[in-house]
């Protein structure tokens, strides 16, 4: 095997690991506008640890929720015999997710980018809320811009699976959304009766 082909097979590595420190950065960022806003104390400090920790782990969390439910279902799905050639090795799993994440390295370079080059000064929390970055963009519109790719991975996930697997769409759409689906309903019904307990 040539380096070439070593390096294009830690490619999703370099991807998902990007992404993980992109997001710390925009942590790091935020943490210290905190700080800027609100004064330096010890639990100020702690939150902000835990923020870091969460933002560079949620990416690693993703990449490996995505691996395990899409093998899972596509094994789930076409049982037995029917499964071989569908369900993607290892290696075409990792590197199928890898182009699928994408759209989400290039936003969290992107907003990095726009949150590392902000040179305004922020007196308060809403100064910081109406600040404009490249492009006009505000706060909300990097919230909504980070689900739009949040969206396109699971698009482009459907899409790889039709493509290279021949999956009807119905069916690609299936296997890559329903356990995220699952686990946003267990999430909103979880929050639904924290709010009747409180």
């Known amino acids: 095997m040539s380096l070439f082909q070593k390096l294009e097979r830690l490619s999703w590595l370099f ?8 997001f710390l950065g925009i942590s790091r960022i935020a943490n210290a506008w905190q700080s ?19 933002a560079f782990s949620l990416p690693l969390v993703f990449f490996v ?6 093998r899972w279902m596509l094994s789930l799905v076409y049982e037995g015999q029917a499964s071989e050639g569908i369900v993607p090795d290892r290696a075409e799993l990792r590197e199928m997710l890898a182009l699928a994440f994408l759209p989400m390295l290039l936003f969290s370079a992107f907003y990095y980018m726009n949150l590392l ?7 308060s929390l809403q100064d910081l809320k109406k600040h404009s970055f ?48 699952i686990l946003f309903g267990f999430q909103q019904l979880f929050s639904l009766l924290l709010e009747r307990t409180v």
């Open 15 to 22: 991807v998902v690991l990007s992404t993980s420190f992109f």
């Open 36 to 54: 800027e806003l609100f004064g330096s104390n010890r639990l100020l400090e702690i939150s902000g640890l835990a923020n870091d920790a969460t």
């Open 65 to 70: 929720f995505l691996s395990l439910s899409l």
């Open 117 to 123: 080059f902000c040179d305004a000064s922020f007196q």
């Open 134 to 181: 490249f492009f006009g963009l505000g706060f909300d519109d990097f919230r909504r811009l980070g689900w739009v790719c949040r969206l396109a991975v699971y698009g482009i996930l459907v899409l790889l699976l039709h493509r290279r697997k021949g999956l009807a769409i119905g069916r690609a759409v299936l296997v890559t959304c329903l356990p995220s689906l």
